[in-house]
DNA sequence: GATGAATGAGCTTTCATTCAT
DNA sequence: AATGAATGAAAGCTCATTCAT
């Protein structure tokens, strides 16, 4: 059972493209360093996707659509608020040190875009970030968050404080266990640092 | 008594490639658009820099210097840890909104670069992060802030959730008063969100 | 049955350049001219050489193949030495005097390149260099030539006087019959000018 | 008693231009590599020289006027035809041999360039080839030399073949002596080849 | 659908030359 | 006469995209 309805030469691409993308970044991969990554001609990239720009960001839609799938999964409604959020962490962590190439794509390549290209990977990112909003609400409705605070605001906080550990980790070259990292973390949003 | 060690034209040049670089993004700006906006022939570009790249670090480095002078001439001892952190969000909040030019390259511009430029930018940060460092250590020496926390992971969880703030507001389209999130934000800093 | 193994447009290229090169020199002809001679894309010159200095060296080698070729045709073992000598200074002064666009490339373009590229043309070269030395050594050995000189000095004193005697009558503006001095170059080089 | 009817920094840039021509080739040697060299500033050599070519068309000139001079010395009416023969080649030879910046621009750098100024150099190099010629008519008149030989021919047949010897020796990284080529190669002028 | 040769617009950088001081 | 900062034209080369096969 299989639930692509894009041929398999689309992800080929994509596939190359991720991996030429991480080596040598956006604006350094060539197109037809792509095409033989994937095993394809030049022209045939052009079949599936209308400019280079649309390999970058169909790249990450797929990608994303993975990560929000596998967070899906990996939440349940037993969990509490806190739990669900420590879940999120945990998988946004793990999943980016069990895949480098797709977290230099994430955290580097992918910001070498103009705003146009920006603000559509903020309206992908829309899935990412609704979740998170939800587990703020079910905690304030529950009772295990406070209930003062900006949920927009909030997850914004949230989000940019892991993305930004991320790529930390990235840019030092891997040296320590990003996974390591979510329990100071979650903690760090659950209680802050006031005494 | 000026400080300014540069002739005029290098920061003509600078001031130039701001402008340019925040309208059209770094890789769609021409050197020569960037002369023309400086008011110089295309070579005297290059009798201060020595290539296109060097235009961008030197930009950002030139306007961190100016930003961390600002942090440094706003904080003084007698302000409480808590109070100095507000300070600085304070000062990168409405630093940023009150330079939309400097906003756009800071956020999205100086992102498109390569691993190496990236590092680069990195070590110009270092005087910033560090002097976040500094205030979560001093919180913890005089027991404001809570002495169980990596500081390491939490400056990169504060800066990292105020950058995130800053570029929401900016792809947004500036719909609304950043620096009016400077209170919530710090309050989600010092208390986090667990009731 | 064709022997030419590079496609068609290598050969239109390599003519262009011929062209342009022999009416503008080698350094105040652009891609661009060579490209339009050619009539090609400019884009295309780069398919089938690395840079512009290979077309020269490539148009190099490939005359100078054909030359080779002629002056083995032209040669044959009945000869004597002195005829040997006397055909490949006729092949020499008969193929420039009748090609006027390769002898400009041959005595003026191709003397305009760094050392490294007159190393490369020397090697080239050695080809019809070696095919003198033998005509010296046949004309050693079957004592039709005195057999106390110094076979690779006389061979740079022949080519030497030839290669002098074409770009003489090249400069003048081909004012007079480059064939004719054949035999009186054979002359002197049989004789020398003693009494 | 200074004979230089020119000021030091005339002959300073050409001292300059000689070493820099000699080690980067005209066409890659930058003027104000020259000036530098020169101690002087870029524009100064404008105030000397019309354009960039000038510079190397007057240290031709220069050097080439030293020579003939050098040449004019040597000769003596008492020598023989043979012995003013073989002088002027020993001339030729050790002073490129002794100087071997001179050498590199002369034989490779000055020709690099187009028709015209290889014109220019002909009529430059016209009181040396008068020189030959003198010497070629002298022997055919005091019966030292055949007479059934065209001295315009064999002037060139001369020269060119000195030509090829020291452009062949400095090819090769001046391995052997050049010097030592003086006797053999006054020999086959006299001699020729055959038997 | 697939190919890959061909295209040609576009841009950084160099450097000979000028000219205000 | 001397300077050297400034100029700006010029061109080699790249590479995303097309299209005939």
Request: charged share 30%; proline share 1%.
């Amino acid at each position: 059972m299989t639930s692509s309805k894009k041929p398999d030469k689309y992800y080929a691409i994509l596939e190359g493209a991720l991996k030429v993308f991480a080596e040598n970044g956006y604006h350094k991969s060539q197109v037809s360093r792509i095409a033989k990554e994937a095993g394809v001609a030049d022209g045939t990239i052009y079949l599936y996707f209308k400019k280079k720009e649309d390999i970058l960001t169909s790249l990450f839609q797929e990608k994303l659509g993975e990560l929000v799938e596998k967070f899906t999964q990996g939440l349940n409604n037993q969990m509490t608020a806190k739990e669900a959020l420590q879940k999120v962490c945990e998988i946004h962590f793990s999943e980016l040190e069990g895949n480098i190439h797709l977290a230099y794509v994430t955290q580097i390549e992918l910001r070498q875009s103009d705003l146009d290209l920006r603000k559509e990977i903020g309206l992908a990112l829309k899935r990412y970030i609704v979740l998170i909003e939800n587990i703020l609400e079910k905690g304030k409705r529950d009772g295990s968050f406070r209930t003062d605070f900006d949920v927009k605001l909030v997850r914004l906080l949230i989000f940019g404080g892991m993305d930004e550990v991320v790529t930390s980790w990235l840019i030092s070259g891997q040296k320590y266990s990003l996974t390591a990292q979510v329990i100071p973390t979650i903690d760090f949003f659950m209680k802050g640092i006031e005494s």
